[in-house]
């Protein structure tokens, strides 16, 4: 079946949208509404119709981007034909943004996977088979001439199950994923984590307790470093940002070394030097300290080494005149800004981002960031940083056996732990590898190093939607099938007004793909009898169990299939029933969204404004205002992380000055809001909003050097070089380069993002920072040439 939904079609949709969704005024309550539809509760006012054909409307979760708006997908003829937002979802409040509405071409991309398929060329020639998913869970099992199966690799690694290492992309099913993971035994488990928010969850959880929201509704003064939310990822909340700016309630300061969209959205714009943040906030914070302007009573009663850290910064003298040789901005700006923020807090919000990490010092960053926050008590509370509440969930049968030869993880820095195999240096050998929805060629630096591994890996199996550049080397592909053809495990939404929302299935799952959740099911079908048999052989602790409990017991805890024998369905009405009840799980499954007293709670007060939690209901304070430290205090000084090759406290080091030979750039990269990295690079919708990636470099530096607009230009680093056209602007300094992530995929596979643009991981070099091995993605100094 090949489904083509066109570009004229598309953008009629989100014309309809706009149009209808400015006329609903008067729904005043959903829940009461809704049996006026023969939808999944969604008011008809709200709804647009694109066709003729009688309709459905099943509401489910975007898989876009990571924020997973709530939508409503209305299906004619079993064609999704278009995706509303469902109003019902606080985080999403009636939002559904261009790369929500291009997901129907995720559906009927025509380049999809469509059925199994093994390995006939050599690694990464993308030559595949054809095959059923008997014979490709067979050769998973078994391998073929081309390669091991895993029987083989197990029994020769005496059941190491650690000899199979498994990664994953960020996604909701990437929870089934996971409980394979557990189920398989395997101590080697790798995510986006160490390739993107690692040293922010990190910094702020051994600092303040946790990684907490910005209260965008209600700040009035925000300082936005390195967060690129105009232009990066364009959600909800990123509306919040900027709807009270310019003189409508909250002042923004933007710090960035490009004049992004942010920028130009803001009340100032800071261009800082690459790397340079933490100096900008050490003086932020001598001018608090020194001018005595925190709030002493909340810093007597929260703050763990407040003297220690006062000195600190005191006697190395972080003054603003010192911060400016450092980073550029001015020294009368930042004793302006620190003056500012601390005369609106505790509204004030020193913005944590959910960027990756970009310099070595970004833990250090982090943690200087979030004790600052603190100086002005803003943590817990209205208008500062909230940690929310999150509601319960009930919870799913899984087995987590122990396998006595499994040896230990090799570590959870994605980097480290690919140039550790290419090196020999683990401790054992990882021979096997199982890749879900994560494209580790394109989003791990230095590219040529990712494919090395991949081809040294004796047998990879790689579930997937689309044929990636990592798909390329799999030994077996799974196709898995999109989220609009599968109902994903139910999740609780944590924050100032928390709830539960569901992914349901919209459509069948096209071709002969599968949601996770049922490959699971096959896949453990096929392995778990023989692989227990090699667990037998080699398990000394299961031969004495079996010899006392006998052999049908002791199994138990190591069937692999019990956590895959229920539907998804199944497992998400009994994670909601057993908590809140068999009605809520009902509502959950008809309109999407669950919070208990969503019925009174909920009301539209205007043509796109909704009350989710009547306003003494949200949750802005959780915890007393207090930090979620198990100390309850801000942790300045944390001797223990001296044993992480870092500072206990947030200093500055001369490696940090941003220093650039003559000749090279700083290379930066990003996210932008119509493209979701890798992702969404084959999506043709979404291709029409943007082309390709450009690479920007300074005017006068271009027209020196006899760059114009358009001309191919090639980057080149110490790791590898890439190829795409110039874009000459004022809004980048001379010694800086900038292009967004996501695109040169090297997939023949992919019809509209094969050599489409510059791969940014090709020229990345492989850095990561001291304490979590989180990739340093802004580290790498390049060269260009007009090619
Ligand atoms: S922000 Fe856009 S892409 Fe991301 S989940 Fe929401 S609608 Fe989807």
Not at 68 to 87: M, S
Not at 228 to 247: C, L, Q, S
Not at 749 to 768: H, P, Q
Request: with cysteine; hydrophobic share 35%; aromatic share 10%.
């Amino acid at each position: 079946m090949q489904v083509e939904v066109s570009r004229r079609k598309f953008l009629q949709g989100s014309v309809a949208l706009s149009i209808v969704g400015g006329s609903s005024i008067g729904v005043t309550n959903l829940m009461a509404s809704h049996e006026k539809t023969k939808s999944h509760g969604v008011a008809e006012s709200i709804t647009t119709k694109t066709g003729t054909g009688e309709a459905i409307e099943v509401t489910t979760l975007c898989e876009m981007c990571v924020n997973k708006c709530a939508a409503v997908a209305r299906v004619e003829d079993g064609v999704v034909t278009k995706l509303n937002p469902n109003p019902l979802f606080p985080k999403s409040r009636n939002m559904l943004c261009a790369r929500g509405n291009a997901g129907i071409q995720a559906l009927y991309d025509p380049d999809r996977l469509k059925h199994p398929m093994i390995r006939i060329g050599e690694k990464g020639e993308g030559k595949f088979k054809r095959v059923s998913w008997e014979e490709a869970y067979d050769a998973i099992l078994n391998g073929t001439d081309k390669f091991p199966g895993m029987g083989k690799i197990l029994d020769e690694e005496k059941d190491n199950r650690s000899s199979f290492l498994f990664c994953a992309g960020e996604g909701m099913a990437e929870h089934t994923f996971k409980t394979f993971y557990s189920a398989f035994g395997s101590a080697n488990w790798l995510n986006h984590a160490s390739l993107c928010l690692k040293t922010v969850i990190s910094g702020y959880g051994v600092t303040i307790g946790g990684y907490a929201a910005a209260d965008m509704d209600n700040a009035e003064y925000v300082i936005m470093a390195g967060a690129n939310r105009a232009e990066a990822i364009v959600t909800p909340d990123t509306m919040d940002g900027f709807k009270r700016t310019k003189g409508r309630g909250a002042k923004l300061i933007c710090v960035d070394p490009r004049f992004t969209h942010t920028a130009a959205k803001s009340d100032k714009w800071l261009a800082i030097k690459p790397g340079t943040d933490l100096a900008f906030v050490l003086a932020l914070t001598y001018v608090v300290l020194t001018e005595e302007l925190y709030d002493k009573k909340y810093v007597a009663e929260n703050f763990n080494g407040f003297e220690e850290y006062k000195n600190s910064v005191i006697s190395n003298k972080y003054t603003p005149e010192w911060a400016e040789k450092i980073t550029d901005i001015k020294a009368k700006e930042i004793y302006k800004i620190a003056r500012e923020f601390m005369a609106h807090a505790p509204k004030a919000v020193y913005y944590p981002g959910r960027r990756s990490t970009f310099s070595n010092n970004d833990f250090q960053l982090r943690r200087a960031m979030a004790i600052f926050q603190g100086l002005g008590g803003g943590i817990d509370t209205k208008g500062g940083l909230v940690f929310g509440k999150k509601l319960k969930l009930g919870k799913h049968e899984g087995v987590e056996p122990m396998y006595a030869q499994a040896e230990s993880s090799l570590g959870s820095s994605w980097i480290n732990w690919r140039n550790d195999f290419l090196e020999g240096k683990h401790s054992y050998k990882a021979r096997g590898m199982f890749i879900y929805k994560h494209n580790p060629m394109l989003n791990m630096p230095n590219s040529a190093k990712t494919a090395e591994m991949l081809k040294k890996m004796e047998l990879v199996v790689s579930i997937d939607t689309m044929p990636s550049d990592t798909v390329m080397y799999a030994d077996v592909v799974l196709p898995e099938c999109t989220y609009l053809e599968r109902t994903d495990p139910v999740k609780t939404f944590g924050g100032v007004e928390p709830s539960i929302a569901q992914r349901n299935k919209v459509v069948d799952p096209m071709f002969e793909s599968k949601p996770v959740m049922e490959i699971m099911r096959g896949l453990t079908e096929k392995i778990t009898l023989p692989l227990w048999e090699i667990t037998k052989k080699y398990d000394e602790d299961v031969q004495e169990t079996i010899e006392e409990d006998g052999e049908k017991e002791t199994f138990a805890e190591f069937d692999m299939r019990i956590p895959f024998k229920h539907s998804q369905e199944e497992v998400n009405h009994h994670m909601v029933a057993s908590v809140y009840g068999d009605e809520a799980a009902h509502h959950l499954k008809e309109h999407g969204v669950y919070y208990p007293d969503i019925d009174t709670h909920y009301k539209q007060l205007g043509a796109n404004q909704f009350q989710y939690y009547p306003e003494k209901k949200k949750y802005y304070t959780v915890n007393g205002g207090k930090p979620k430290t198990p100390s309850k205090k801000i942790e300045c000084n944390i001797p223990n992380l001296k044993k992480r090759n870092t500072d206990p406290m947030p200093v500055w080091r001369d490696e940090y000055n941003y220093v650039i030979p003559e000749g090279k750039f700083r290379m930066l990269t990003g996210r932008h809001a119509q493209f979701t990295q890798s992702g969404t690079s084959n999506n043709a919708v979404l291709r029409d909003l943007i082309m390709e990636n450009y690479v920007w470099i300074n005017r006068r530096v271009a027209e020196e050097k006899g760059i114009k607009f358009g001309d191919m230009i090639e980057v080149s680093s110490a790791t590898g070089k890439t190829h795409l056209k110039a874009y000459p602007t004022e809004k980048i300094g001379p010694q800086t380069i900038f292009f967004v992530h996501g695109f040169g995929e090297e997939s023949e596979a992919l019809t509209w993002a094969y050599k489409n643009g510059g791969n940014d991981n090709a020229v990345i070099s492989d850095v990561t920072e001291p304490v979590y091995g989180a990739a340093s993605m802004h580290e790498t100094n390049v060269e260009i040439r007009k090619v």
